[in-house]
T-cell receptor, first 114, second 113 residues
Framework: DVKVTQSSRYLVKRTGEKVFLECVQD?????MFWYRQDPGLGLRLIYF???????EKGDIPEGYSVSREKKERFSLILESASTNQTSMYLC?????????????FGDGTRLSIL | DQQVKQNSPSLSVQEGRISILNCDYT??????FLWYKKYPAEGPTFLIS?????DKNEDGRFTVFLNKSAKHLSLHIVPSQPGDSAVYFC????????????FGTGTRLLVSP
């Protein structure tokens, strides 16, 4: 079974802090993704990566950056946290291939910015 | 601009009956559609998918129907079970190789005994 592990289930940070969310997958997947989930808005793609050191902006990249130095690890960085970044953050991975390949999700990090 | 829409935020069904969850999309370039199920405090899990060249895909109790002319798909769960109570997300993808999914807003299904 694919395992996508997010380093924290719950995180509380203060406005202006630099925040790191870590994600590790164990299935040698090429693609990795970061989403945020908000009530009434579904899942929205922040950034994705299709290879080591490669990154692509998703639909809502503002205020975020990412890092992928190793294939199994994809980090989401909030450069200067703000209260509107309070959300559930979900990491996912998938193998390279066609659009039928499902993405496998971690259990999420609930981030609160005070 | 919401390209994938789930217009029913919630649905209540009795155990043993059919659950029908609906999804509409606007982008005719989508060619794969997927359904995910999400329990509280867990990540979404893949349920079933369908290619745009098909109009039906079945897996056990779960069947997805696609009507391309109407840009509409639906997920049927028969028979519904209390363990099916979860939030269901519809997602769509263009076959660009990046697997960039566009998700709907979700429908919360409650199956009562």
């Amino acid at each position: 079974d694919v395992k996508v592990t997010q380093s924290s289930r719950y995180l509380v940070k203060r406005t202006g802090e630099k925040v790191f969310l870590e994600c590790v997958q164990d299935m040698d997947h090429e693609n990795m993704f970061w989403y945020r989930q908000d009530p009434g808005l579904g899942l929205r793609l922040i950034y994705f990566s299709y290879d080591v050191k490669m990154k692509e902006k998703g639909d809502i990249p503002e205020g975020y950056s990412v890092s992928r130095e190793k294939k199994e690890r994809f980090s989401l960085i909030l450069e200067s946290a703000s209260t509107n970044q309070t959300s559930m953050y979900l990491c996912a991975s998938s193998p390279r291939g066609g659009g039928h390949q499902p993405q496998h999700f971690g259990d999420g990090t609930r981030l609160s910015i005070l | 601009d919401q390209q994938v829409k789930q217009n029913s935020p919630s649905l209540s069904v009795q155990e043993g009956r059919i659950s029908i969850l609906n999804c509409d999309y606007t982008n005719s370039m989508f060619d794969y559609f997927l359904w995910y199920k999400k329990y509280p405090a867990e990540g979404p899990t893949f349920l079933i998918s369908i290619s745009s060249i098909k109009d039906k895909n079945e897996d056990g109790r779960f069947t997805v129907f696609l009507n391309k002319s109407a840009k509409h798909l639906s997920l049927h769960i028969v028979p519904s079970q209390p363990g099916d109570s979860a939030v269901y997300f519809c997602a769509a993808n263009m076959n660009t190789g990046f697997q960039k999914l566009v998700f709907g807003t979700g429908t919360r299904l409650l199956v009562s005994p």
